[in-house]
């Protein structure tokens, strides 16, 4: 088996507040994230697969297929949107930190992957969000609740 990472860009907004709390309590946990005008990311997104090297084509996975799953299930889901209004998982339920977004991108991945991928192999093993050179996000397979 061996493993392959695709690395995908995408833009988009959110505002870190928690209906749960006080809006002091929101602006001390989430400092200039709690901006009520929201502030946008360029994320980095990574999706690796597992599967073993066909001995026909040399290849774990078909690039193009994984692409366009991406593409269709996430990317036009989340790109230039404002993740607060504009992704249904967010709208009023859950906080869009990147943690949720991660997981949020994990499930988008796993519900069309059969649709794509006919067969056991290759599975989807990771996806990994880059929201700032300091903050990183992954969500293993193996560690899905």
Same mark, same amino acid.
């Given at each position: 088996?061996? !493993?392959?990472?695709?690395?995908?860009?995408?833009?988009?907004?959110?505002?870190?507040?928690?209906? @749960?709390l006080a809006d002091e309590a929101n602006r001390e946990l989430f400092g200039k994230?709690?901006?009520?005008?929201?502030?946008?990311?360029?994320?980095?997104?990574?999706? !690796?697969?597992?599967?073993?090297?066909?001995?026909?084509?040399?290849?774990?996975?078909?690039?193009?297929? @994984?692409?366009? @799953?991406?593409?269709?299930?996430? @990317?036009?889901?989340?790109?230039?949107?404002d993740l607060n209004r504009d992704v249904p998982a967010f709208a009023g339920h859950?906080?869009? !930190? !990147?943690?949720?977004?991660?997981?949020?991108?994990?499930?988008?991945?796993?519900?069309?992957?059969?649709?794509?991928?006919?067969?056991?192999?290759?599975?989807?093993?990771?996806?990994?969000?880059?929201?700032?050179?300091?903050?990183?996000?992954?969500?293993?397979?193996?560690?899905?609740?």
């Open positions: 088996m061996i !493993t392959v990472t695709r690395r995908y860009a995408f833009s988009a907004s959110h505002r870190l507040h928690s209906p @749960l994230c709690n901006n009520p005008f929201g502030h946008g990311h360029n994320y980095q997104l990574e999706v !690796t697969v597992r599967g073993p090297v066909d001995a026909t084509t040399g290849l774990a996975v078909d690039r193009e297929t @994984l692409d366009r @799953l991406v593409r269709h299930a996430v @990317l036009e889901h989340v790109e230039s949107k859950y906080i869009p !930190t !990147t943690e949720n977004l991660s997981l949020e991108i994990f499930q988008m991945l796993e519900r069309s992957w059969r649709s794509e991928f006919k067969g056991d192999l290759p599975v989807l093993e990771k996806v990994r969000i880059e929201e700032t050179a300091r903050n990183i996000f992954e969500v293993h397979a193996h560690g899905q609740a």
